[in-house]
């Protein structure tokens, strides 16, 4: 059955769609959770902590919404200040210096907007991690589980291979965001969503993400269907990944991000070049 853009919107954000808390459960079950950023609080937007996975010691991070209402409210909706973003990037230089390889789960409608966050350094704590994640030199794999929204999901969001959720949806802002700021009416956020480019063939397409995870009916119908073919998947990436040589890994990693966003246009042959 083909969806929308907006009915995969509407499935990613499903309340029965299983958080980063169900995922680590199921891939991480000896998971021990660590805490803290060491310079202001212990954001639980984002859980970070440490388990292995085939065998393989991981540091995994994770945006997580939370479920119910008190959760969501413990959890912030998944929305992290800057000390979120900065306890990630502690755990992450932790396994560089361990030599773990690290997952980074997304799913958040975006960066907490509050003013105590923006004085805190928001965007500075987002901007110095995309600049950090660059150059870790152990392997990084990325899943995007719902949404993955703007600043937000980028400052978790560089690794050597990212995979997608077939009902996620990956985009700068939210499609009532955009609406509100293309027509001034964010009730057009299903127009907005059919412009945006934000499901996953559409990225896959682009080049932005590596590989969709297929759901069959969707995580909040057939959740185990889901979490086997991650597993499937992240199997595979992983044994690839750290048989690599570091600079090699490196450098693809680099290259990939500079070629997003490039665009060749075709000429004619009587074209000037």
């Not at 004085?119 to 150059?135: D, P, S, T, V």
């Not at 969503?193 to 397409?205: F, G, I, R, V």
């Not at 269907?225 to 600079?247: D, R, V, W, Y």
């Amino acid at each position: 059955m083909m969806h929308s853009a907006w009915d995969i919107v509407k499935l990613a954000r499903h309340p029965k769609r299983p958080t980063a808390q169900t995922l680590i459960k199921e891939l991480f079950p000896d998971f021990i959770e660590l805490h803290g950023d060491r310079q202001f609080a212990d954001d639980l937007s984002i859980i970070g902590g440490i388990g292995t996975f085939n065998g393989i010691a991981m540091t995994i991070i994770a945006e997580e919404k939370g479920m119910g209402t008190d959760g969501k409210i413990r959890h912030n909706f998944g929305m992290p200040h800057p000390e979120g973003y900065r306890k990630a990037l502690r755990l992450m230089k932790q396994a560089e210096k361990f030599k773990r390889p690290i997952l980074c789960i997304i799913d958040t409608p975006g960066a907490y907007p509050g003013i105590g966050a923006e004085e805190r350094g928001q965007a500075q704590a987002i901007a110095n991690n995309l600049k950090e994640m660059m150059g870790l030199k152990t392997p990084i794999l990325v899943v995007i589980l719902s949404e993955g929204g703007s600043g937000g999901a980028l400052a978790i969001g560089v690794g050597d291979v990212v995979l997608m959720f077939e009902n996620s949806i990956y985009a700068i802002l939210s499609p009532e965001g955009y609406a509100s700021i293309i027509y001034k009416d964010s009730q057009k956020a299903d127009l907005a969503a059919s412009l945006m480019k934000l499901t996953a063939q559409d990225l896959l397409d682009f080049g932005v993400i590596d590989e969709i995870i297929p759901e069959h009916e969707g995580l909040h119908v057939d959740q185990d269907f889901g979490m086997k073919e991650l597993k499937k998947s992240l199997t595979k990436h992983l044994k690839n990944l750290m048989k690599e040589p570091q600079a090699l890994r490196l450098e693809l990693r680099y290259q990939k991000y500079r070629k997003i966003g490039v665009v060749i246009e075709q000429q004619g042959e009587n074209d000037e070049l």
